[in-house]
T-cell receptor, first 115, second 114 residues
Framework: GAVVSQHPSRVICKSGTSVKIECRSLDFQATTMFWYRQFPKKSLMLMAT?????????EQGVEKDKFLINHASLTLSTLTVTSAHPEDSSFYIC???????????FGPGTRLLVL | AQKVTQAQTEISVVEKEDVTLDCVYE???????LFWYKQPPSGELVFLIR??????QNEISGRYSWNFQKSTSSFNFTITASQVVDSAVYFC???????????FGKGTRLHILP
């Protein structure tokens, strides 16, 4: 199956700093990428949908100025958590879908811990 | 609105027992897709199955089987002869035809006891 990678897999940062998480489709072109957030022992909640070359569409309640999403190429989307706070600590998972609207492929996730 | 309900929060069974994880969904779309994912402690989602709403045939893959009942809006997952390695959180999920967003249920934490 298709491969999606995320980098870093784990990050610890100080409160107030910004953190960038990368999501890459390694063997296919991803016209659409999705970003999810998962709190401990909770379900995955969709944060935003990004289409290559256009602005991301954020789900209700997600601050777009706090969670900056860039999908500049068909193989890379980035999520930047700006001015991170401890409550932003979570597991962030991306998924990618190819040009033929087939199923989404999920990345391995990034654990963010904000101290 | 789309919704996925996994009523079983946590299940524990002894190894080699069969176990069924329930999933009930709600959607107004006529075409939709149902999924099951496994999430082991590492956190990575493992894709198990994707089912189109027009395909109501049950599916079997090794020890795994799925029962799709459109009449009751259910898509249940059964593990036969469970093994300790099956211990994980299992998510049922739904995506509609229009925007392809995947909506996840709250998950069922499955413990297989040796």
């Amino acid at each position: 199956g298709a491969v999606v990678s995320q980098h870093p897999s784990r990050v610890i940062c100080k409160s107030g700093t910004s953190v960038k998480i990368e999501c890459r489709s390694l063997d296919f072109q991803a016209t659409t990428m999705f970003w999810y957030r998962q709190f401990p022992k909770k379900s995955l909640m969709l944060m935003a949908t990004s289409n290559e070359g256009s602005k991301a569409t954020y789900e209700q309640g997600v601050e777009k100025d706090k969670f900056l999403i860039n999908h500049a190429s068909l193989t890379l989307s980035t999520l930047t958590v700006t001015s991170a706070h401890p409550e932003d600590s979570s597991f962030y998972i991306c998924s990618a879908r190819g040009t033929h609207r087939e199923t989404q492929y999920f990345g391995p996730g990034t654990r963010l811990l904000v101290l | 609105a789309q919704k996925v309900t996994q009523a079983q929060t946590e299940i524990s069974v002894v190894e080699k027992e069969d176990v069924t994880l329930d999933c009930v969904y709600e959607t107004r779309d006529t075409t939709y897709y149902l999924f099951w994912y496994k999430q082991p402690p590492s956190g990575e989602l493992v894709f198990l199955i994707r089912r189109n709403s027009f395909d109501e045939q049950n599916e079997i893959s090794g020890r795994y089987s799925w029962n799709f009942q459109k009449s009751t809006s259910s898509f249940n997952f059964t593990i036969t002869a469970s093994q300790v390695v099956d211990s994980a959180v299992y998510f049922c999920a739904l995506s509609g035809n229009r925007d392809d967003k995947i909506i996840f249920g709250k998950g069922t934490r499955l413990h297989i006891l040796p």
